[in-house]
Structure formats: C-alpha cells, structure tokens
C-alpha cells in the first residue's frame, strides 16, 4: 500500500525501537555465547523465550502506531477494506 508512513516516525519513536532492537541485539549475541560455552540447554531455552516476547512487543508497539497512523488515514480515505486486510494478513505471521 504506501512505501512511507503516512505521519513519519519522530526521532524519539525511531530511537526508542533502535534501543530495543539494540538490546535484542545484545541477548542474541549472549545466546551465541552461552551456546559456544556448552551452557545448560534450558538456560539457552528460558533466553529465546524473552528474547520471543521482545521481539513480539516490538511488532506490537509498530503495528499500534501503523494502525493509529496509516490505517486510520486509509479508512478516512476510502482504502480502509485493504489497509485492514494488510494489517490482518502479517499479524498472522505473528500468530504462527
């Protein structure tokens, strides 16, 4: 539908994700480590789970601001069906 965000991201909404993806960043790279140092498989395990529910808060908080921001002006323009049915079609991915 639309390349750009119909209202860009401010500086602080683009630094606030930045940070989070940066700390995601960093728990992966403690999982290589724990990995290469033979820790306890369910240690590794608990780490993917949160590293899971980052990344899912993550896509929670984009597809909030996308539907504040792009849905509601496509539904104020007349394209409101098809910014919905894109919305639901990669929330599903997040259901999977």
Known sequence: MHDHPVTPRTEEEK??????????????????????????????LVQISAINAALKKVGFSIAERHTKHCVSDAMQSGNGDEAIDELLEVLKQFSK
């Not at 960043?25 to 306890?40: A, L, N, T, W």
Request: some cysteine; glycine content about 6%; aromatic content about 4%.
């Open 15 to 44: 630094q606030a994700v930045a940070n989070r993806l940066k700390r995601i960043e960093g728990q992966v790279r403690g999982i290589q480590k724990m990995v290469e140092e033979d820790r306890y498989c369910i240690d590794i």
